[in-house]
């Protein structure tokens, strides 16, 4: 079997794994009837439709920013049959993301064609969806994982984020590679590349990327258990499933349905970087001296 046909058939086979344990998810969830809540949700029967067709929101919207990831903030209570069934997809989940691994490795230049073949293959899912103005795979939201929690919750309280930043190191040859990679004739590269000629290559620098907006939630634990905080913070782009014996979701507040406007948090005061950037086509700043 030629590498190019294993990669592809290795990916067909996960996906097609991945498809039938969301589709298995979705049943048992309807069968079972137990309290959901997402946000924006208007009714439990709105709550219901939303989470089915977030738990199988694989494919971008046409003409949607490749970069933007939809989220879908929820609660979900679940029983054994349904908590087993989630560790199912998020093993699917995994498996999937690995075979794209492969691909990356192996014959990055195949990916392409494997996203367009995974939606032509598995055209009755893609036609379901396709009213909904949805194109090819969106491999983010494919392989993300669902989260869960099995220990008794007291209440959850919902908050927005929209302060983040990610902050990583770059060195100044990857600062130079990036800005000779844009149009170097243009005056405000050459001005930046000038910039970085009149530092030394070991000057610390940062790229800093702002975070789009994301959901907090804040668990709080009934019952102590040994070595477990009375809290955890966790990021929520996916409805939390809840393993509970009664059949309750807990108690949680009703977040806002956008973010605010403005950052939550007040900017530290012992932040490390300078407030302008020192290569802005970049993002590169540098840190305080």
């Not at 439709?49 to 609660?75: C, I, K, M, N």
């Not at 844009?182 to 790229?207: D, F, R, V, Y």
């Not at 309750?248 to 939550?264: C, G, H």
Request: contains cysteine; positive net charge.
């Amino acid at each position: 079997m030629s590498t190019h046909y294993r990669l592809l058939s290795q990916l067909d086979s996960c996906f097609e794994l991945l498809v039938n344990s969301l589709a298995n998810l979705a049943e048992l969830l309807d069968e079972a009837g137990l309290p959901c809540w997402m946000l924006g949700s208007e009714s439990e029967a709105a709550s219901r439709s939303a989470l089915a067709y977030a738990l199988q929101d694989l494919w971008y919207l046409d003409g949607q920013d490749g970069r933007v990831t939809r989220s879908y903030p929820g609660l979900v209570v679940c029983n054994e049959a349904i908590w087993q069934q989630l560790g199912s997809v998020n093993f699917c989940k995994v498996t999937f993301s690995r075979a794209l691994d492969a691909i990356r490795k192996e014959s990055p230049a195949m990916l392409p064609e494997a996203r367009l073949g995974l939606a032509a293959r598995h055209a009755k899912l893609h036609a379901h969806l396709a009213e909904e103005g949805l194109a090819r795979l969106h491999l983010k939201q494919t392989w993300r994982q669902i989260p869960g929690c099995l220990t008794p919750l007291k209440q959850v309280r919902f908050s927005w984020y929209s302060s983040g930043r990610s902050i990583r190191r770059i060195s100044y040859k990857e600062a130079v590679y990036r800005l000779e990679q844009m149009n170097t004739q243009a005056p405000h590269i050459k001005i930046q590349l000038q910039k970085l000629a009149g530092i030394t290559e070991s000057t610390p620098l940062a790229q800093v990327q702002d975070q789009a907006p994301l959901m907090r939630a804040n668990l709080f634990f009934d019952k102590q258990l040994p070595g477990l905080p009375e809290r955890q913070a966790m990021n929520l782009a996916m409805p939390l499933f809840v393993l509970t014996d009664d059949g309750k979701l807990p108690a949680f507040n009703l977040p806002s349905l956008t973010p605010p406007e403005k950052r939550s948090r007040a900017k530290r005061s012992d932040a490390q970087l300078e407030d302008e950037a020192f290569l802005p086509s970049i993002r590169v700043f540098r840190y305080k001296t």
